[in-house]
């Protein structure tokens, strides 16, 4: 999930945040689109998009739609930026977070569980609508940088169940949504968004570092030096050849801050958090980490997944397991927030 757009908060409730436009495509020259009953073939052309053939500014399609096979409830508009399609589905809100709720988790989990899941997937949507402000032609992506929103056009109906029984509720704190992050696993400790997100002292009061958790689920990844290097090549940010990998500083919560790199050519810093983004969040699960060389590897042992901020999503099942309402798990992991009804 990212944090640059959803610091700022929304000044009140008397928006009533029925739709929200997910970006779930870009990049792309070519499309197909299935929409009432016919098939519509896309393309850029020239810098200009066109719709089986014919020049147009921009094209929207009513769901349910199927672009590239992938069923999307909502309308669906493509544009062109940068000289690529991007297609963005319009969907109502509690459909995408019943969609959200489906990806995000399992809909085996306990009720409980997919209720604050509900709650956080709607509140960090609704504040996300608000920082993009009037006119914004999409609020969220549809990858692990926002929410993951798959499922969207049948969610399981636990998930429905989830977005129902909830239908309006956000958490907010001074009555204004707060920014509702969320990760699978905390690893036993969570982590304050001002530290995994460098936002300054007091950016997130409701949100508290360093409580702990029962999930403590953990892994153990070895990655070659090689591969390290040609990442940090690729972005070119260190050329010479990675040798091994310490860490120098840590966070409150003890997850790894920043690192030192001994390579052919010395000494190099580099932040944790920028390793783990170019190497691949799959690759590092967490920053939560101890970090040894062993010959041509980095030999990474940690635990939780995740920027392990706001709500852990292991740990929200456990609670349910253990009998705790949605609104008492909630509560653990957003503590100075209140769950209010927007309608």
Not at 99 to 109: C, F, G, N, R
Not at 163 to 175: D, I, N, Q
Not at 253 to 261: I, N, Q, W
């Amino acid at each position: 999930m990212r944090a640059a757009a959803v610091v700022v908060l929304c000044a009140g409730l008397a928006v009533q945040a029925e739709e929200i436009r997910i970006e779930v495509a870009r990049g792309q020259r070519a499309a197909r689109i299935e929409a009432g009953g016919r098939n519509h073939a896309l393309a850029v052309v020239d810098s200009v998009l066109t719709v089986d053939g014919k020049a147009v500014a921009s094209a929207e399609f009513p769901g349910p739609v199927r672009v590239d096979g992938r069923e999307l409830p909502g309308r669906l508009e493509v544009f062109i930026d940068r000289g690529a399609l991007v297609a963005v589905n319009a969907v109502d809100l509690e459909q995408y977070v019943a969609a959200v709720v489906a990806s995000e988790v399992s809909p085996k989990w306990p009720a409980e569980a997919l209720r604050a899941q509900a709650v956080a997937a709607r509140t960090f949507a609704v504040a996300q609508k608000v920082a993009q402000g009037p006119g914004a032609r999409a609020h969220l992506g549809s990858s692990v940088l926002d929410q993951v929103y798959r499922n969207a056009a049948r969610p399981p109906q636990p998930a429905l169940d989830a977005a129902r029984s909830t239908a309006g509720e956000v958490l907010t704190y001074g009555a204004a949504p707060i920014a509702a992050w969320f990760s699978a696993s905390c690893g036993g400790v969570s982590e304050s968004a001002e530290a995994a997100f460098h936002l300054e002292p007091g950016a997130a009061p409701y949100i508290r570092g360093g409580d702990s958790d029962d999930d403590r689920r953990e892994w153990t990844v070895r990655l070659p030096l090689a591969e390290i290097t040609a990442a940090l090549r690729k972005a070119q940010r260190i050329q010479a050849e990675i040798r091994g990998v310490a860490v120098e500083t840590r966070t409150a919560s003890g997850r790894a801050k920043d690192l030192a790199l001994a390579t052919s050519s010395g000494t190099r810093p580099l932040s944790a958090v920028e390793l783990r983004q170019l190497l691949g969040y799959n690759r590092i699960p967490s920053l939560l980490f101890e970090v040894s060389t062993e010959g041509a590897t980095a030999l990474f042992r940690g635990r939780g997944s995740g920027h392990g901020v706001g709500l852990c999503q292991w740990g929200a099942r456990s609670r349910a397991l253990a009998g705790a309402g949605y609104r008492d798990i909630l509560a653990h992991y957003y503590p100075d927030a209140e769950v209010r009804r927007m309608y």
